[in-house]
């Protein structure tokens, strides 16, 4: 059992080179998570999901876009990398808000 | 908004002592959920605990237990017979709002 599956693992990207990571869930989960995990911030949400074909934004949106075209994927994108978004990166999945999430292992991203 | 706020970014406990980590949120619903998870060095995020805030009665896992109090908006989180394997981060999170997080050292 998969659970949530996050790609790649780890990167390193120059300053303005653009990039997916990519989630992927095998639970039938309704929602689904991006946050950021940065030393002493906790996790901050970037964007969301509560069904296929929808998205919204979170705490800290800004540089990125998501996608969720299917209902066992969620997509985020950087356009245009900066230093500032380096960090730790984890998706997660649940059947709605009352239901604990299923998170990744995580993407660690380096922008140089 | 919904926040969630962790006022102890450390602490420290002796194996097999009982330890307290705090957690206050704000927020203007009635019914909501409140969770605790861990994260050990691995980065791997683990539920440890849920409650439900139409629920009076404070959740237990096992070990680990909840002091919810829904008017002062507090949910703190208690371990008792602490284990070496309890050491991590400890986030308490609204839904997905996620506190800062309880760094938790457990003393042999």
């Known amino acids: 059992n998969a659970g949530v599956t996050q790609t790649p693992k780890f990167r390193v990207l120059k300053t303005g080179q653009s990039m997916t990571l990519l989630c992927a869930q095998d639970?039938?989960?309704?929602?689904m998570y991006w946050y950021r995990q940065d030393p002493g911030m906790g996790l901050r949400l970037i964007h969301y999901s509560v069904g296929e074909g929808t998205t919204a934004k979170g705490e800290v949106p800004d540089g990125y876009n998501v996608s969720r075209l299917k209902k066992q994927n969620f997509l985020l994108g950087l356009e245009s990398a900066a230093p500032s978004q380096t960090s730790v990166y984890f998706c997660?999945?649940?059947?709605?808000?009352?239901?604990?999430?299923?998170f990744g292992d995580g993407t660690r991203l380096s922008i140089l | 908004a919904q926040t969630v706020t962790q006022s102890q970014p450390e602490m420290s406990v002796q194996e097999a002592e009982t330890v307290t980590l705090s957690c206050t949120y704000d927020?203007?619903?009635?019914?909501?959920?409140l969770f605790w998870y861990k994260q050990p060095p691995s980065r791997q995020m683990i539920l440890v605990i849920r409650?439900?805030?139409?629920?009076?009665q404070n959740a237990t896992e096992n070990r680990f237990s909840v002091n919810f109090q829904k008017a002062a908006k507090s949910f703190s989180l208690k371990i008792s017979d602490s284990q070496l394997g309890d050491a991590a981060m400890y986030f308490c999170?609204?839904?997905?709002?996620f506190g800062t997080g309880t760094r938790l050292k457990v003393l042999a």
């Open positions: 997660a999945s649940s059947y709605d808000l009352g239901r604990p999430q299923h």
């Open positions: 927020t203007s619903e009635s019914d909501y959920y």
């Open positions: 409650q439900e805030a139409y629920k009076q």
């Open positions: 999170a609204y839904e997905y709002i």
């Open positions: 639970m039938n989960h309704e929602y």
